[in-house]
């Protein structure tokens, strides 16, 4: 068990900002929002998923939309905690445990906002790994934990219960189609689960993870050595490309940001360009017609100096990134998985997943 | 207190055909479902407000979506009982009676099917006595019955659940969009209101009403004594026109059957042409630039010779018609109701609502 301290907090809103792949919202207003608890007195305890026991109710919390809708558009906070107190009326039980669905971007600090209002503990774990766009794109749903009852609530308290649907790809569709009626972007709690679930499908220590990643780009920041690569050590990941933002295309689409950037090649890559797809999150990249890296694997876009991490909603002409790429948590590469987050469920049934070598989050010392 | 036998169902739909204003949905599956259920035994009781207690638990329940979509598209027909259940248990607590929130259309003989399952009466009266496209125009609402909880199910049984919304134009859209997600149909459970709550704002008697329509209809066919105009007896109405339907411009646009026709006079109305506006049901009426009936009074289009009415659905070129204009009944037309149901609600912000002469089903005998 560890205590989510405001050094803390600083570390994973970077780490998790590294690990959202463009995506997943920006962790800022969740981290000054857990800040202020803090500050306040509230302890948000960090436990490990082998510490769950089995008859726990963990609920999953967080908000889904379009990362350019939270951007411009400020939550309360606790719209999460309005949907996780639905869900328990509906159970007839009160949660115990709190777990983020996806490490990356802000479901990584807003779940521990809900664990403070809440006075829960918060799993070191999540369902991604990462972020993905899609709520099926879950190894909880992946692994078979049932994805109903769930609920969404919005900044006016209205709350919207999934009682029952038949599977997580409609949960998609309908809750989707509810957080765009919401305003794009929605709290949302679920799945509930035991812990028994939990420890069989959560993707461990992930929140470590990002706790490690932050601590040492700060680190090497303040020692002036490289933190770029420093972020390759501790995630396991390797450069993929050098240069300047060039290009951004970015439209809204039925509740998603979805375009292209092109970045033009400096340093080792000078003289060529890499295309990269996103979908909220990074989805592909390319040079040429070379495909160098492509979803569930982890592309990550950082400021070259700084590894400060760029989501898609800041991207813009001019920006100096390094593209990182980070092999995705075995997990999320079994046949079953792949179905769900490999390059077709993008939109690229011709792209064959060869995933990147190395293992996810091998330098971190858990 | 009646009893709902084969006749009764008969004249039921005819008369909700012709209340539902060209919209509603047809009552004919509907019909065919509660004859089923009849004939293998169920008894179907139909209780006048004023016998229903204070306390009593009332729901109303039908389904949601665009009529065009409910005839290509048969549902199960216990998509409404699944909400029901879902919203019983939310409240915890049974409900006691079954209401129809709009007489016009499907919903009339729906709440029918569900009594009978869930073998509970059904109360004599509605929230519009009409049909309307929208969920918030209905007199529970708009005279202060709190909206949510509110409860959909589709085909799959696929539940949505609103324990809390602000107000009814946020069911309106939030239940809208999850209506399309279920394919353009939805059995709804919403409101549920005490018996007193309903007895303040139900428009009454409006079953007893469309089973007197739909009994002096059959009862003139077989006397060959104009139908037409035993409709225009029995409900206050007054002939606006009759011609032949030259021209029918049809939409689907946000769930809902937009559009207009235009009827070519004969008889008393040759020379002059008709065009008609509806959004699912008829909105407003004008030959050349005056207008001849507007909502919430009833613009109902029925066959000339047989007064069967025409559905927005069935409307094509050819048909010989004739329109019928039926006063609203006085709930819609306070200023409250206005807001909600008026000109200016369907987008006729320039139309003044100049009611049409007589009183709403001032020819039935209860």
Redesign the interface.
């Known amino acids: 068990m560890w205590v989510v301290d405001e050094g803390r907090l600083e570390h994973i809103a970077i780490g998790a900002g590294i690990l959202g792949t463009g995506g997943g919202g920006n962790p800022y207003y969740g981290k000054l929002h857990a800040r202020r608890l803090v500050r306040d007195g509230a302890v948000i305890e960090v436990v490990p998923p082998d510490e769950v026991p089995d008859d726990a109710l963990v609920v999953s919390v967080g908000t889904m939309g379009a990362p350019t809708v939270g951007v411009e558009r400020i939550g309360r906070g606790d719209e999460p905690l309005v949907a996780l107190r639905?869900l328990e009326?509906?159970l007839g039980r009160k949660a115990t445990h709190i777990i983020p669905s996806e490490i990356g971007g802000g479901n990584s600090t807003k779940p521990m906002v809900i664990a403070a209002m809440a006075g829960l503990p918060v799993v070191d774990g999540d369902a991604m790994g990462r972020a993905f766009p899609e709520l099926q794109m879950d190894t909880f749903s992946i692994y078979g934990v049932p994805i109903t009852p769930a609920a969404l609530a919005d900044i006016?308290?209205?709350?919207?219960?999934?009682?029952?649907?038949?599977d997580a790809l409609?949960l998609e569709?309908?809750a989707r189609?509810?957080t765009?009626?919401?305003g794009g972007s929605a709290g949302y709690a679920f799945p509930g689960m035991s812990g028994a679930e939990m420890k069989r499908t959560a993707i461990p220590l992930t929140l470590t993870l990002a706790d490690e990643i932050g601590r040492t780009v700060i680190s090497a920041r303040s020692e002036h050595t490289d933190p770029v690569q420093r972020v390759l050590d501790v995630t396991g990941g390797r450069a993929l490309f050098t240069g300047k933002v060039t290009d951004v295309q970015r439209r809204m689409a039925a509740g998603f940001a979805r375009g292209s950037l092109e970045i033009e090649g400096t340093g080792d890559s000078r003289g060529m360009t890499m295309g990269i797809d996103f979908q909220n999150e990074n989805l592909i990249a390319r040079t040429g017609n070379e495909i160098i890296a492509v979803v569930p694997d982890l592309i990550c876009i950082v400021d070259q100096e700084t590894a400060e991490p760029v989501t898609t909603e800041v991207l813009r002409y001019g920006l100096r990134v390094a593209v990182i790429g980070i092999p995705a948590p075995e997990m999320l590469k079994t046949p079953e998985a792949l179905a769900v987050v490999g390059p077709a469920a993008f939109g690229y049934p011709e792209v064959e997943y060869r995933p990147l070598p190395g293992v996810y989050g091998q330098g971190a010392t858990t």
């Open positions: 639905a009326h509906h006016y308290h209205n709350v919207t219960l999934f009682p029952y649907l038949k409609t569709r309908y189609a509810v765009i009626q919401m």
